[in-house]
Structure formats: C-alpha cells, structure tokens
C-alpha cells in the first residue's frame, strides 16, 4: 500500500485539480446561461490558461487574450478580402501563421505566446467559415467572448482559492544552485577535482539557471516588485559568468602550481582563508573586505611583474580575487531577493559582458521551423481543396497548431506523434460521453457529476511535466 500512494500526486496537486474544475464548470455554465454558441471553448480555455503558480496563469490569460483578439481581427480582416480566390486565402493564412511563429521563436519569455496564438488563431476561425464567409464575423466573435471569459475565470478563481506563488519556488532554486556552487568551487579551490563530481555538479547549475529564465520572466505577473526582477536577473547573469571565472582561476592555479612551485606555499593561505569565507552563506562586507586586504597585501608590486614567476603569482591572485568578487555578489543579491529588498543594488564585481547577456538565437532553425509550417499548411490546405472533403479543414488546424506548439525543438517529429495520438484518444473519450453519457443527461448539475472524476483526476496530472500534454489535449478535445 505504501508503494501504491508514494506514487500518489500530493495533496496541492489534487487541489489544482479540482480547482481548475470548478473554474472550467463555472466558466461552462456562464457561457451556457449567456446562451453562447460554443460554450466548451469557454471551459477548454480554462484548462489551457490554468497553472498551480500565479505568476504564469496571469500571463497566459493575458498574452492569449492579445493573441486570440489579433488572431480573430485578422480572420476577420482576410476571409471576406480572400474567399474567392481559395489558394490565395491558404498562401495568407500559411503565411500568417508562419511569420508570427518565427517572430516568437525569438523571444524567450512568456510573451512568445501572444505571437504563437495569434499565428494559429487565423487558421482556427477563418477555415470552418470558408464555405459561409458571411458568418466569420460571428465565428470570430463567439470565440473571443468566449474564450475571454475562460480567461477571466480561471484568473479569478486561481488568485482567490489556493494561489501559489512562484518566488519561493525561485528562492528554492536558487538555494539549490549555491549549494552546488559551493560545492563546484570548493573542489577547485582545496584543489581536490574529482572529474565525475564536478562535471555532475556543472550540469546541475547549468540546468538550474537555465531554468530560472522561465521563472524571473513571470515574476512581474504575480506581484513581484521591479527592483527584485532586477535583482533575479543581476543575479542569473552572475551565475552564468562563475563557471569561465572559476575555469579562468583554475587555469591560473594550475600554471602557478607547475611554473612555480616554490610560489605554491605562499598561496596557499590565502586559499584556505577563501575556503574558510566560502563557507559562510551571508554577504557579510566585513569579511570581504578582510578578504580583499589580504589578496592586496600579497599582491606584487608592479615593477616585480616583469619577473614571469611573479606575473604568473599577480595573476593567480587577480583571477581570486575576481571570484570572490563575483561570489560576494551573487551572496548580496540572495539575500535583497530573499529579503525583497527594494533599496538599490550595488556590484562589486563588473565586466563588460554583464550588459550585453543575450541568448543565442539559431535563426537558421527558426527559419526552417516556420517554413515547415508554412509548407504543412499549404499541402493540407490543397489536398483538402483537391479531395473536396467538407471537414478537411480540421487536418490543416491540427497542422498548423502541432507545428507551432513544438517549432522550438531540435526534433519535433517525436512530440508531434505524441500530439495526434492523444488528439486521437479524446476523440474515442468524447464518443464515449456523446453516445453514452450525454444522453442520459438531463441537467446541468448531473453533466458536472458526470464530468468530475475524469476531468479532476486528468486536470490533477496536467501538473506533472510528463503528463501535461497527454492530458491537456485530452482535457480540451473531449
């Protein structure tokens, strides 16, 4: 039995799971009491905005109301301009579709989303209205209606029953980086590198800064004041810049130790007195300073620095004391976080490549990524022309929406196959109630019974990364 539970979600996961679900049956009995025409759009999208944290489920609410309104102005803009030249309708929608989802690809914070929407919201509204060109107006109408009010929903009751916010989850993060730090740097500073350890541990740190990009660039949708974003972010640049200081210092160490042995013994004080300061986890300045006085006493005078030993000594000493610089800021920059510390931050340590942290962008991926959706647009688009086949607009939907969903990835063609077999299941889970349950149906209080127990077991597995676009699909098809 205890095997069994352990493998159980938690408890707050089963309360984001029923959560959600009240919310989605709330929105769902808005829309149907409004009489909207698609009232499970109002309830789908509550599951798509929804998020255990605060911070992301505002800004998906937000960025997919912007990307659902331009996406819709647009199909409003092109069906009545390009309807009869159906082609020409397929080449602007493709077109569309693939120009904003390049135009996200570069951006690297939740914001993508508006532009990722808006791509495959044309395509969504502007093809079931092809053959009734009169009623995109309508179509794109409902949608926004009722798409806003899943928005307005699922914000509402995710900030008013059990919000969580992601700053302690950023603080624990960040708690976990320092301490492989630490770790990292001790190794090299008592000289004492195990290769598998250290090369586990810079995995480790590099995995956690990568991920504390997603989470500072939702901080501001949950309340975070402006100067702690701008602390977060002062310190992931910091932290990106430990690993090449720590190389640089191992470098100058090992010439020291090779070069100059008989030099070894004069530094090494000074490094047990940074191991010593390394293991206090304040941002004590009188400590550093301590620290700092030390280096400087030690440090050649200038005209010694012709001699090549005593280069090689001044330039161990510069690459230590860089680091401890550079750890005295990260350690400050913890605290003002944790503390949400709103007085101005001041660095010690400064480099030039500080001001200009930009992430690598590979257009040329992006570039093929968008011209493959582009492409799986317009084949879907002819051969539904060709065949004549009254519902072949859903192929190209589900084209231009699987394409956009995995566009970033090295090799989508994995998660696209994952896409269509779930999309494939929740057409059997929706039969399953069209035919069976819905039927027997005769109010609203017996569809929410009816709904619970899959829609909250399924919603609760949406938490976990694993299970999050398996059941997502499931939830919004069925």
């Known amino acids: 039995m205890n095997g069994f539970f352990s493998g159980m979600p ?21 829309a149907l ?5 698609r009232p499970y759009w109002a309830m789908a999208t509550v599951y798509i905005v929804s998020n255990p944290f605060l911070g992301p489920t505002t800004s998906k609410a937000l960025y997919r109301a912007i990307g659902t309104f331009v996406g819709a102005a647009a199909a409003v803009l092109f069906v009545p301009m390009f309807v009869q030249s159906p082609y020409v309708l397929v080449v602007v929608i493709a077109l569309w579709t693939g120009t904003l989802l390049f135009l996200s690809l570069h951006l690297r914070t939740a914001n993508n989303y508006a532009l990722m929407l808006a791509g ?6 502007a093809l079931p209205v092809v053959n009734n060109p009169l009623g995109v107006w309508d179509v794109a109408e409902a949608r926004t209606e009722e798409i806003f009010l899943g928005i307005v929903v699922a914000a509402v009751v995710g900030a008013m029953f059990w919000p969580r916010r992601l700053a302690p989850v950023f603080n624990d993060s960040v708690g976990k980086w320092f301490a492989d730090a630490s770790t990292y740097s001790l190794r090299f500073l008592s000289r004492s590198v195990q290769p598998e350890e250290v090369s586990a541990l810079r995995a480790s740190m590099v995995a956690t800064f990568n991920s504390l990009e997603l989470m500072i660039g939702q901080l501001p949708h949950e309340g975070s004041r402006p100067q702690t974003v701008r602390n977060t972010k002062e310190l992931r640049g910091r932290m990106i810049h430990l690993l090449p200081v720590i190389d640089a210092l191992d470098d ?3 010439a020291l130790e090779r070069r100059t042995p008989e030099l070894v013994d004069k ?3 000074l490094l047990a007195a940074t191991c010593e300061w390394l293991e206090h986890k304040d941002a004590d300045l009188e400590r550093w300073h301590a620290l700092k006085d030390q280096l400087e006493a030690l440090q050649p005078a200038p005209e010694a620095l012709d001699d090549r030993k005593q280069l090689l000594f001044s330039n161990a000493i510069y690459r230590l004391g860089e ?17 949400e510390s709103q007085d101005s931050w001041r660095a010690v340590y400064r480099h030039w490549r500080l001001g200009r942290l930009s992430p690598f962008l590979d257009r040329g991926l992006m570039f093929y990524s968008a011209a493959s959706t582009v492409t799986a647009i317009i084949v879907a688009s002819v051969l539904w022309i060709l065949l004549g086949w009254t519902d072949g ?12 969903f995995f566009a970033s990835m090295d090799d989508p063609a994995p998660q696209i196959y994952r896409f269509f077999f779930w999309t494939a299941m929740s057409v059997v889970f929706a039969s399953l109630y069209l035919f069976l349950v819905l039927p027997n149906l005769h109010d609203f209080p017996m569809l929410v019974l009816a709904f619970a127990v899959p829609f909250i077991v399924v919603g609760t597995l949406t938490v976990k990364p694993q299970f999050y676009l398996g059941m997502l699909l499931t939830l919004v098809n069925t």
């Open 267 to 269: 530094f090494a004080p």
């Open 323 to 339: 680091w401890i610089d550079l750890w005295q800021d990260c350690r400050s920059l913890q605290y003002a976080i944790q503390c």
């Open 252 to 254: 100058a160490l090992y």
């Open 33 to 37: 009491l409004m009489q909207m025409p």
């Open 120 to 125: 495959y919201t044309l395509p969504l509204i």
């Open 393 to 404: 607009g859903s192929a190209v939907i589900l084209a231009a929406v699987a394409c956009s």
């Open 10 to 30: 938690p408890a707050r996961d089963w309360f984001y799971g029923v959560r959600t679900f009240a919310a989605s049956m709330i929105a769902l009995y808005i």
